[in-house]
């Protein structure tokens, strides 16, 4: 049997797969299995933020495999310290981490905080947790129900109870009472659509959940590491949240979770707990790709390559006004509205036929998630790639 029959008849079929195998990968250039290469502006939905292949990256993981990869959380895991280490130091807050596994974990770490620090001295338990109805936290039972899209809740249930889902940022106030145990936002929606919040709601918001001691939870499974040009969009949207979430892009390509807060005191030992978070495995590639990242960042690099994407994506989106409508998003999380959603899907499968690889978000917005260390050449391919796909619409 080939791949594809392997696939079909041993995999479950929760995923509707693009027809592409790919094999290897060099930075942003992705090669599939008849030898075609591809520009690669998803880089695995965000994740693989050093580029495939990376040579240093490689490297670290490959020492470590060599020693030792995994001896649970009871014991020190020097790797975890130092990546720890490492993130709240990019970041510049104050916090402490938790290592899980993916988003969706990192977010049920967050949202186990909140509800345990909402059972801090009180009578009132305050158990529930604001989130905005275009939001997406992940796939687990209660972080699907914690996602406001309505279209997510369709069977599963009973969900764990109290989530309470707002319009937006400015409709949060009203939904506040003395049962809100935390609020939980992303600074720009992924796959809701590449959504950046209005930076002024946002400020004003964490100055009145600050005012009523309501914690403030920043999923930043897709924005964090780099993505938006600051470490963490927090820093970007310039307020101090007192959970930050993080997955995607932090490890490059190896599954890793974190749940980075101020709260450091109020999960004791035993009240959580993950078997493979933050393994040495997992937390070599999050110290390898942190150090790369804040080099690009401190050299300039990162902004450059940012400036120069967009330069090409402004030119792409002015000679095809007529199928899109809107350009969004920040640093190398960005988009184009297409005019409608059946377009959006022959732009892709065109895309990908043309040898450049792109994502959809929401109904409507073509998403580019590049790798930060795409170079000028694989930019401009991948928009010549993407100039062909669309001119034969
Ligand atoms: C992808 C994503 C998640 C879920 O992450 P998984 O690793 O798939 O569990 C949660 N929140 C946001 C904002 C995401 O983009």
Redesign the pocket.
């Known amino acids: 049997m080939n791949i594809k029959e392997l696939d079909k008849k041993y995999v479950l079929g929760t995923y509707g797969r693009g027809d592409v195998e790919f094999v290897s990968g060099d930075n942003a250039t992705l090669t599939d299995s008849e030898g075609k290469k591809y520009i690669d502006f998803t880089s695995g ?2 994740v693989v933020s050093v580029g495939h292949a990376n040579a240093r990256v490689n490297k670290a993981l490959c020492e470590q495999l060599s020693k030792i990869t995994h001896t649970s959380n009871l014991y020190h895991i020097a790797p975890q310290a130092k990546a720890a280490e490492a993130i709240v130091k990019a970041s510049g807050y104050d916090m402490a981490c938790f290592f899980a596994n ?4 990192a ?1 049920e770490g967050a949202i186990k905080i909140l509800r345990k620090h909402g059972e801090r001295d009180g009578e009132i338990k305050r158990y529930k947790v604001i989130t905005l109805k275009h ?6 039972i209660t ?1 699907v129900k914690a996602t406001g899209q309505e279209a997510m809740h369709n069977y599963f249930g009973p969900f764990p109870d109290g989530f309470v889902y707002a319009d937006d940022i400015q409709s949060i106030e009203a939904l506040l009472d003395d049962h809100t145990a935390g609020v939980m936002i ?1 600074l720009i ?3 809701g659509g590449v959504e950046p919040q209005d930076k002024v709601q946002v400020q004003a918001l964490e100055k009145l959940l600050k005012s009523k001691n309501i914690p403030l939870v920043v ?5 964090g590491g780099y993505r938006t040009g600051e470490f963490t969009a927090s820093q970007l949207y310039g307020i101090s949240p007192e959970i930050i ?1 993080l ?2 892009g932090v490890g490059g390509g190896v599954p890793i ?1 974190i749940v980075m807060t101020t709260l450091k005191n109020v999960l004791s030992a035993g009240d959580h707990g993950s078997t493979f978070g933050g393994n040495y495995l997992s937390s070599t590639a999050v110290c390898s790709v942190t150090e790369i990242l804040n080099e690009l960042k401190a050299s300039g690099e990162l902004e450059k390559t940012s400036t120069y994407f967009h330069s090409v994506l402004d030119g792409f989106y002015a000679n095809n006004k007529k199928l899109f409508t809107q350009k969004v998003g920040i640093g190398m999380m960005c988009g184009l509205r297409v005019i409608d959603a059946d377009l959006l899907a022959r732009i892709m499968s065109n895309a990908k036929d043309n040898g450049v690889m792109v994502l959809r978000a929401g109904r409507n917005t073509l998403r580019f998630l590049p790798p930060l260390t795409i170079t000028k050449e694989e930019i401009d391919a991948g928009f010549k790639a993407l100039s062909t796909a669309v001119s034969t619409l």
Do not use: L, P, W, Y
Not at 102 to 105: F, K, P, R, T, V
Not at 135 to 140: E, I, K, L, Q, W
Not at 219 to 223: G, I, P
């Open positions: 939905i965000g993916s988003g969706a974990e977010n939001s997406f936290h992940g796939r687990t972080t992303e929606q992924g796959e999923d930043e499974v897709q924005t979430t997955a995607k979770g």
